[in-house]
């Protein structure tokens, strides 16, 4: 359906999938959960050279995780199957959630990237939704750097009018210069930066050998808190479930609870089950391993003997190759 650009509604239409108090509330939570259990992990590690299996901490943040990245990819994924209809408002909501699911997602990378490492198939599933979040996330930014472009960020107008050159001059609005210029600058530095994170998180999480492993752990946690906190603060400004938002709206159905509300709080409880999985014994964790990349390092996927004598070649490394391209000392050649 085409976006109807020669027509400015008056009012904006609420959207509680994408910008209620639930799916906000449920957003920011876990990022903070998610978070908090990446800073404990990562200055136990930093404190002390002899690590504590933290199984049941791990599992929790590796849960939340998941969670963060799959519901961010796919509120993306609305968004733009919506952007015929969706206002900048919505648009630019669901921008700064994406960036919020991505420092999650990059926290859990520094704070796990051992876990990963050693099973090449969930080193490359984490791949994927890295990729995927990065160029929705750059779409996103894309569309937002055209809105500033054309003076429809603050418009009641559909986001896909920014292509449009049908726009009346009435629908958008003007800006000093230095506000332009501020968010020229802050919308490009923004897709850059998720660009240049990305292709270290890439490097990071395939490097055969990891060196200042602890600088980068420490540097690369308050990087992503700080890109949370900040995307956190845009969001509680902005939107119609916390304050006043700059467009005018029609209702006030993204302040109000229902059950899709409580249901995307209620989300949160769901890694706790595995949780009392694990405290039951129902699933086997692999404790962390150490630091020290040592060709002679050898750690169990499964921590039980067993489960090692049934599988094929025993013990496993602490990183392990794809079976198509690369060895464990050599990113393209196999040895």
């Not at 799916?23 to 404990?40: D, E, G």
Request: with cysteine; charged share 15%; glycine share 8%.
């Amino acid at each position: 359906m085409a976006a109807n650009c020669s027509s400015i509604p008056e009012h904006v239409s609420s959207d509680a999938g994408v910008a209620g108090i639930g799916v906000l509330l449920s957003f920011i939570a876990t990022a903070a959960i998610a978070l908090a259990i990446s800073a404990t992990l990562i200055l136990q590690e930093m404190r002390s050279s002899a690590i504590q299996p933290s199984i049941l901490r791990r599992k929790l943040l590796n849960a939340y995780s998941d969670q963060q990245i799959l519901t961010g990819i796919g509120i993306q994924s609305v968004g733009l199957a919506k952007t015929s209809t969706m206002v900048p408002y919505h648009f630019f909501i669901i921008w700064m959630l994406s960036l919020l699911s991505m420092a999650v997602h990059n926290a859990t990378l520094i704070a796990l990237v051992h876990d990963f490492r050693r099973d090449w198939i969930l080193r490359w599933l984490r791949q994927l939704l890295m990729f995927c979040n990065l160029v929705l996330s750059c779409v996103y930014g894309i569309f937002v750097l055209r809105g500033v472009q054309t003076g429809l960020s603050d418009s009641t107008l559909p986001i896909a009018c920014v292509w449009s050159p049908d726009v009346p001059s009435e629908a958008t609005h003007s800006a000093t210069g230095g506000s332009l210029g501020t968010a020229y600058v802050g919308t490009i530095a923004v897709i850059a930066g998720n660009v240049v994170i990305f292709a270290l998180a890439t490097w990071y999480l395939h490097a055969r050998t990891q060196r200042f492993y602890q600088i980068i752990q420490l540097v690369g946690l308050v990087l992503m808190t700080a890109s949370a906190v900040g995307a956190t603060a845009r969001v509680v400004i902005m939107a119609q479930a916390f304050g006043e938002p700059p467009v005018p709206m029609r209702d006030e159905g993204e302040r109000v609870w229902s059950f899709g509300s409580l249901l995307s709080v209620g989300m949160l409880l769901l890694p706790l089950v595995s949780v009392v999985e694990i405290l039951r014994g129902e699933i086997r964790c692999a404790p962390p391993v150490d630091d020290d990349d040592r060709p002679d390092d050898k750690s169990a996927l499964l921590d039980d003997a067993n489960e090692l004598e049934s599988r094929p070649g025993g013990n496993r490394t602490s990183f392990q190759p794809n079976p198509f391209w690369g060895s464990q000392t050599n990113l393209f050649v196999r040895k």
